[in-house]
């Protein structure tokens, strides 16, 4: 399996960005797909998960009502709806899947078994 994100670049405070992660390889039947974001220095931090079959979002406090998270299951993808982006928000973020719901909670990195490559989001304020 392999994860490929995009749509990562600069933007301004207060506007809007949509990341996806496009999912290659064999058949791709995860529990969860998750978004990550990581700066320099700092540990890589959970930002949101959803359930592959049932659709059940899950998002850090940072983010929730701003990011929304959704998934195609015929395209094999996972999208991040970013809005009214702050400075903060400023990182590289990876997209990851977990293939099984038994094991670490889903917002630990040790839970996946599959990582994107990572897509650049820069904020200006």
């Known amino acids: 399996v392999q994860l490929q994100a995009s749509g990562g670049g600069l933007v301004q405070a207060g506007d809007s960005l949509r990341l996806s992660c496009v999912a290659s390889?064999?058949?791709?039947?995860?529990?969860?797909m998750s978004w990550f974001r990581q700066v320099p220095g700092k540990e890589r931090e959970f930002v949101a998960r959803i359930t592959w079959r049932g659709g059940v979002p899950d998002y850090a406090d940072t983010v929730a009502g701003r990011f929304t998270i959704s998934r195609d299951i015929t395209r094999y993808t996972v999208s991040l709806q970013m809005n009214s982006l702050k400075p903060e928000d400023a990182a590289v973020y990876y997209c990851?899947?977990?293939?099984?719901?038994?094991?670490?909670?889903?917002?630990?990195?040790?839970?996946?078994?599959?990582w994107g490559q990572g897509t650049q989001v820069t904020v200006s304020s």
């Open positions: 390889g064999r058949t791709f039947s995860p529990y969860a």
């Open positions: 990851a899947a977990r293939m099984s719901n038994s094991g670490p909670n889903s917002r630990q990195i040790i839970a996946y078994e599959y």
